[in-house]
C-alpha cells in the first residue's frame, strides 16, 4: 500500500531561521513526489519533482527528490511569518491517476 | 494556468439534508476529478474519483450511497452529501489536472477552493 510520511509533523521557528521538512514514501511504480502549502483553505501547489537530484527553486523555497532512499525535503530560507502553514507532501503513482498525501507538516514562524 | 473552482465554499445546514457541492475546470478540460475530505488538523484523504461519462471509482470504506458522485461533462463534476449527518462535517475537496495535448506527468493537479460542510 502506498505511504507518505512526513517529519517532523510540527515545527515553530522565528524569522529569519532556516527550516528543512522531510517527506518518505512508498509507493508502486513511483511517478512524482508533489509538495503543497495550505493555509485556511486548499491547498496552493510549490513543486513537482518527478527526477533525483535535480534542485527545484522558488524564491526562498526549493525542494529536491532522491529517489534512491525514496524521500524528498523542502527548504524553506529566511522564514517569514506568511510562511506559517501546513505543508503537505504527495505522491503519484503510475497506474492511477490520484494523489496519497502525507499528514503534513505545521509550520509557525514567529516574528 | 489551469483554474479549478469548487461552489459552494461554506455550507451549513440541518441533519438529514442532501447537499450537493459542484467542481468545475475553469479554462480546461477534466475527463477525471478527484474528491478529498479533510478532517481539522489531519491530511486530506481520497475518497473518490471522478470518471466523465462513467461510474465513480470509491475508496475502500467510503459509502457510494451515501455520497453520489455524477461526472455528466468534461468540465463538471458534483458530490451530493445524502441525508447528511453531523459526522460528514468536514472540508470537502477537489482537484483536477490539465491533460490537453501534454504529457500528463509533468502537470501537477490543482485545486478547487474547498467546500466547509457544517451539519447541525
Known amino acids: 500500500e502506498d505511504k507518505v510520511v512526513q517529519s517532523p509533523l510540527s515545527l515553530v521557528v522565528h524569522e529569519g531561521d532556516t527550516v528543512t521538512l522531510n517527506c518518505s514514501y512508498e509507493v508502486t511504480n513511483f511517478r512524482s513526489l508533489l509538495w503543497y502549502k495550505q493555509e485556511k483553505k486548499a491547498p496552493t501547489f510549490l513543486f513537482m519533482l518527478?527526477?533525483?537530484?535535480i534542485e527545484k527553486k522558488s524564491g526562498r523555497l526549493s525542494s529536491i527528490l532522491d529517489k534512491k532512499e525514496l524521500f524528498s525535503i523542502l527548504n524553506i530560507t529566511a522564514t517569514q511569518t506568511g510562511d506559517s502553514a501546513v505543508y503537505l507532501c504527495a505522491v503519484e503513482g503510475y497506474g492511477n491517476n490520484d494523489m496519497r498525501f502525507g499528514a503534513g507538516t505545521r509550520l509557525t514562524v514567529k516574528p | 494556468g489551469a483554474v479549478v473552482s469548487q461552489h459552494p465554499s461554506w455550507v451549513i445546514c440541518k441533519s438529514g439534508t442532501s447537499v450537493k457541492i459542484e467542481c468545475r475546470s475553469l479554462?480546461?478540460?477534466?475527463?477525471?476529478m478527484f474528491w478529498y475530505r479533510q478532517f481539522p488538523k489531519q491530511s486530506l484523504m481520497l475518497m473518490a474519483t471522478?470518471?466523465?461519462?462513467?461510474?465513480?471509482?470509491?475508496e475502500q470504506g467510503v459509502e457510494k450511497d451515501k455520497f453520489l458522485i455524477n461526472h455528466a461533462s468534461l468540465t463538471l463534476s458534483t458530490l451530493t452529501v445524502t441525508s447528511a449527518h453531523p459526522e460528514d462535517s468536514s472540508f470537502y475537496i477537489c482537484?483536477?489536472?490539465?491533460?490537453?495535448?501534454?504529457?500528463?506527468?509533468?502537470?501537477?493537479?490543482?485545486f478547487g477552493d474547498g467546500t466547509r460542510l457544517s451539519i447541525l
Open positions: 471522478s470518471n466523465e461519462g462513467s461510474k465513480a471509482t470509491y
Open positions: 482537484s483536477a489536472r490539465d491533460v490537453r495535448g501534454i504529457e500528463y506527468s509533468n502537470q501537477p493537479q490543482h
Open positions: 518527478t527526477s533525483s537530484g
Open positions: 479554462d480546461f478540460q477534466a475527463t477525471t
